[in-house]
């Protein structure tokens, strides 16, 4: 422990870099020659230049970003380096920050403070000042420093990834930033991602061996070379970056968090905002049985933490949309055994934070090498699964694994095996909205530890969430009247345009009141679409939609009789397999015990079906991909 104090120690030196205004005659400074320019009215100073590039191990990529600052961090073994930074569009004077060595190594970490908000700014790495000419120059990057609370500039973007670590895939990754984030999100202008792009967020598993310093710098960072530079990097570690590290010692050497966290949890989960969108990083390793080290102690004070997180949030005007990041899933249709309680103690805090203050919430996970995309049950709250960075590793064409580690959950839309990427669009005018877009690609050749894929990406899923919606006319009920015998329990509902419904929710409820005892039927079989990956023989399976043509206005309640549970997917969520079973959960609705079932019989006469009442919510639009998916009456839906 003391050592990893003393590297905190020399960390948080990083952060108080000494700054020096060119042309101040220190010792250090570069000279004139190298800065020279005209001088007088509109006086102009030039880039630096030398007929040497620098010889970067790790090419620049930028840390903690906040309104007024900016960490560069970048790895070389070139004498001197510094970083001269101005305004993209002032031509004058270079602010030089002299760069400190993180843990004594050759990654340097450049703090750039008192910077404006909003703002575009250019950026060089030079070495071999030290009052004589320079040595080397780097090429020019671009930085935007982020809005201030409150600020309302135009909708930005954030690109969600994770598991990003090499599996036998070197160079897909690459691929994902070169041939899909540029061109699509930069017009293929790496240097237009600093203004179009606020985060990269990177949801764990960053190297398959945290303490492989080769991974670090040859599986991550080289592939992301071509982007780091302009768009900072938000991560959080999942258990392979644990493997061999268990102090987290490597993932802390490289990446610089906002030490807002718990005390004596520096680093290890956190938060930070760009406009009006709040990130929070958590840390699921401590709080996982399976892939984790489960410790109850950690994962009170990490709860404890966000739960006063967010009650500050509550009232914090600026802030509309709050997005938590962990790798370990509460739910994964792809992978059961990659599931933890831990996790889902988090979801839950969310959702009730969002039910709470109408706020748009959702958590970005990874651990399952696949796209997954869900809401949850009367919350505006979005599940995505971003882990496709490093290619996918599910055997849908293993019997075994098929029929025993995977389950079509109801909370889940969409899931499918692939490589790509997520874009997250925030509007921050009167009426919030948040926008997904999911970017596909093919895969081009895959074999001998290296991957491919094609130049084209393609939008496979679309869905808004909105704040402020226009409730859509009340479904009136067509059948389920009456006292019917159990094979003519079937309900439907009119619709001034069914083709645009794109859920249903019913409830049933033996209480007219809906207090207590009620079923949802929701999900899979009451949505316009589910997507769900088919054996065909192949690794990922073939995705098909198993609504296709689905009839959203009626229901034969005999299909749900003896087989849906309470609560949907709740049982799921605090009721593992013991492999992952944790720890019981005070959130459990029902105490470690079955879930009640559906079960209808003929009998007296009751609102909407014998001995039960009834009642539905409906939502409008939705296809996959256009126009895009939805929410019910009573949650935001689609543009």
């Known amino acids: 422990m003391s050592i990893i104090k003393q590297q905190i120690g020399v960390r948080t030196a990083a952060f108080l870099a000494v700054m020096a205004i060119s042309g101040c005659n220190t010792q250090d400074d570069p000279t004139p020659e190298d800065k020279k320019g005209q001088v007088g009215v509109g006086h102009i100073v030039p880039a630096p230049v030398s007929e040497q590039p620098v010889v970067f191990t790790i090419y620049p990529y930028l840390q903690q970003p906040t309104a007024h600052s900016m960490a560069v961090l970048f790895e070389t073994g070139d004498d001197s380096p510094e970083v001269w930074v101005r305004a993209t569009d002032s031509e004058g004077e270079f602010l030089v920050v002299k760069p400190v060595q993180v843990d004594q190594t050759n990654l340097y970490s450049a703090s750039i403070q008192g910077l404006v908000a909003s703002t575009a700014y250019e950026y060089f790495i030079v070495s071999g000042g030290k009052g004589k000419k320079l040595s080397a120059v780097s090429n020019r990057y671009i930085f935007n420093t982020y809005p201030s609370a409150g600020e309302s500039p135009l909708p930005f973007n954030v690109i969600a990834i994770s598991d990003t670590q090499n599996n036998s895939t070197l160079g897909a990754l690459n691929d994902i930033i070169t041939k899909g984030v540029i061109p699509t999100v930069c017009q293929n202008q790496a240097e237009q991602c600093a203004s179009e792009i606020a985060a990269i967020t990177i949801s764990g598993d960053i190297v398959n061996n945290g303490y492989d310093l080769l991974q670090w710098r040859r599986d991550f960072f080289d592939q992301l070379k071509a982007i780091t530079p302009y768009v900072p990097l938000v991560a959080v570690p999942g258990n392979h970056d644990y493997y061999g590290n268990t102090e987290l010692t490597n993932y802390r050497h490289f990446f610089q968090q906002p030490e807002n966290g718990s005390v004596g949890y520096e680093e290890r989960w956190y938060w930070l905002d760009y406009g009006n969108l709040r990130l929070v990083g958590l840390d699921s ?59 889902c103690e988090m ?16 958590h970005l996970f990874g651990h399952t090498h696949a796209y997954s995309r869900g809401q949850s049950m009367d919350t505006s709250h979005l599940w995505l699964n971003a882990a496709t960075a490093a290619g996918y590793r599910e055997k849908i064409n293993d019997d075994n694994y098929y029929h025993n580690d995977t389950r079509d959950y109801d909370t889940f839309a969409i899931s499918q095996s692939e490589f790509g990427f997520n874009l997250l669009t925030f509007n921050q005018d009167a009426s919030p909205s948040m926008k997904l877009t999911r970017y596909s690609a093919t895969v081009a050749s895959k074999g001998g530890g290296f991957a491919s894929l094609e130049d084209t990406f393609t939008v496979s899923d679309t869905l808004t969430m909105q704040t402020s919606v226009q409730a859509p006319d009340a479904p009136q009920v067509s059948e389920g009247h009456g006292n019917l015998g159990l094979n003519q329990l079937k309900l439907a509902i009119s619709h001034s345009d069914p083709d645009t419904i794109y859920e249903v929710q019913w409830q049933l409820s033996k209480n007219s009141q809906f207090s207590e005892g009620v079923f949802d039927l929701w999900g899979n079989q009451t949505r316009s679409h589910n997507i769900w990956p088919m054996q065909d ?52 609705p029902f105490q470690g015990s079955s879930a009640p079932v559906l079960t209808l019989f003929p009998g007296t006469h009751g609102t909407g079906v014998p001995g039960f009442a009834m009642k539905t919510w409906d939502g409008l639009t939705g296809v996959i991909p256009q126009p895009c998916p939805s929410m019910r009456a009573s949650q935001p839906h689609c543009l």
């Not at 966000?306 to 500050?312: A, G, Q, T």
């Not at 969002?354 to 959702?362: P, Q």
């Open 347 to 362: 979801v839950a805090e969310m959702e009730d934070f969002s039910r709470k203050t109408g706020k748009l919430t959702g």
């Open 285 to 343: 390793y401590p709080i996982s049985k399976n892939h984790g080290q489960f410790q109850a102690e950690i994962l009170g004070i990490q709860r404890q933490w966000l739960r006063e997180l967010l009650v500050d949030t509550e009232s914090n005007q600026d802030v509309d949309y709050v997005l938590s990041m962990f790798h370990h899933p509460c739910l994964s249709e792809m992978w059961l055994s990659g599931e933890s309680i831990g996790s």
């Open 537 to 588: 023989g192949t690794t990922q399976g073939k995705p098909v939609d198993t609504q296709a043509g689905a009839d959203l206005t009626k229901v034969n309640l005999s299909d749900y009789s003896g087989k849906l549970k309470m609560g949907v997917d709740e049982t799921y969520k605090w009721q593992k397999r013991s492999s992952e079973h944790s720890h019981d959960s005070y959130r459990d």
